[in-house]
């Protein structure tokens, strides 16, 4: 097979679409202005914040005033739970979460521990879900805040979180979720689901680095992470990041758009996963039926995730070991320790995770080239020789 360029790493971060970048060119060239100067530069700024502000909102059904735009996911879900914790604590002082969760979320959960915080970190089942009687059974009176994400990135699990937030609903407790993964590649209505603060963020679904969006339903009391000179309804100090903002508006549209084609993904997602499970010795992580469309993370057992990824990025195909964020790191992910790897099989995990961009000539190619480095990489093992004998 002809040598390719294949990116399967969307969960890390997506391509910014041509239109992405159209959209956000007017506000580096022509309408500069600072939406908080009160001239025609200034307006002009602020009209159109507005009318970003609006779009998004409507595509995620919840209101203008409730949007929130911060400089990425990870600021967003340091808001969202630094800033309920502390403006709750009088109430009490007990945050529930997951074991699963992006380290956004688990060490703003650490770092409020070290402030007097108790955390209880739920376990998940073998396929990386925590269920909403679970969370029930964890809440206590002093119970102030619930944060599960909307969906993994690592193993794209999608947890229950309408039932969750009902829960959170029923005993007067917090309910946040970051749905940075979510966001763009499932239908979702923020009413519908009817949580207290959700969080996003821009370059996971075409638009680039450097913008996120913090949900915070009306009337919630959230304290603020940035002070500054009163943006964002006093909410988030610093000036708007208008390009980046217009940038995600339009990306959001586009993935809205596109949300039929997610058929399309899942198939050519499904049809790898089937693929790669023929190889012996390998096991799908994650759930097979509450799975966001583009996802697979594979182990294969007797060989490193890293040597994998070095192979195929030698044949030109981008993917990961857990996720982008650990990778630099060489301890097992939590998260599939977490559902119940052992750490020699959760060594040997990959994540491939597709788009809207990708093909079923893509798709031929990860499944060929993962074949061979797998057969390869095994016949160097000598811990697979060892089991063989
Ligand atoms: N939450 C989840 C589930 C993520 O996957 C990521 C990024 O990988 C983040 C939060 C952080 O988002 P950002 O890269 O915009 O800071």
Request: hydrophobic letters at 40%; proline letters at 4%; one cysteine or more.
């Amino acid at each position: 097979m002809e040598k390719r360029f294949v990116y399967a790493d969307n969960a890390a971060t997506t391509a910014p679409l041509p239109e992405v970048i159209e959209e956000m060119m007017p506000y580096l060239k022509e309408k500069w202005g600072n939406p908080s100067s009160i001239h025609s530069k200034g307006n002009e700024a602020k009209k159109a914040l507005n009318a970003y502000r609006e779009k998004i909102a409507l595509l995620l059904d919840c209101e203008k005033d409730e949007i929130y735009f911060t400089s990425c996911g990870t600021e967003a879900d340091n808001h969202a739970i630094r800033g309920a914790a502390l403006a709750n604590a009088s109430k009490g002082k007990h945050i529930i979460t997951t074991k699963v969760e992006h380290p956004a979320v688990l060490k703003t959960c650490r770092s409020l521990e070290k402030e007097g915080f108790e955390v209880t970190y739920l376990d998940v089942d073998g396929d990386g879900r925590v269920s909403a009687q679970a969370v029930e059974g964890a809440i206590r009176e002093d119970t102030i805040l619930v944060s599960v994400m909307y969906a993994n990135n690592e193993i794209g699990t999608i947890m229950p979180i309408k039932e969750i937030a009902g829960v959170c609903r029923a005993h007067g407790v917090l309910c946040m979720t970051d749905a940075v993964q979510a966001v763009g590649s499932v239908p979702i209505s923020i009413r519908e689901l009817g949580v207290d603060m959700l969080t996003a963020s821009g370059h996971k679904i075409h638009a680039p680095k450097g913008i996120g969006l913090l949900y915070i339903k009306k009337g919630k009391k959230v304290g603020n992470l940035i002070d500054g000179g009163g943006q964002e309804r006093g909410r988030r100090g610093g000036t708007e990041n208008l390009p980046y903002i217009a940038a995600f508006a339009k990306a959001l549209e586009i993935a809205v758009s596109r949300l039929p084609d997610m058929a399309r993904v899942e198939k050519m997602r499904n049809r790898l996963i089937d693929e790669l499970l023929k190889i012996p010795y390998s096991r799908l992580n994650g759930s097979r039926k509450h799975r966001l469309p583009g996802n697979a993370n594979i182990s294969f057992e007797f060989i490193e995730g890293e040597s994998i990824l070095l192979l195929m990025d030698m044949a030109g195909i981008c993917c990961s070991t857990g996720s982008a964020c650990s990778s630099n790191s060489l301890d097992p992910s939590h998260v599939l320790l977490a559902i119940g790897l052992p750490h020699e099989v959760a060594h040997g995990s990959v994540r491939l995770t597709l788009s809207h961009e990708n093909t079923e000539e893509d798709v031929d190619y990860i499944i060929e080239n993962l074949k061979n480095t797998v057969e390869r990489l095994r016949a160097m093992s000598p811990l697979y020789e060892k089991y063989r004998i």
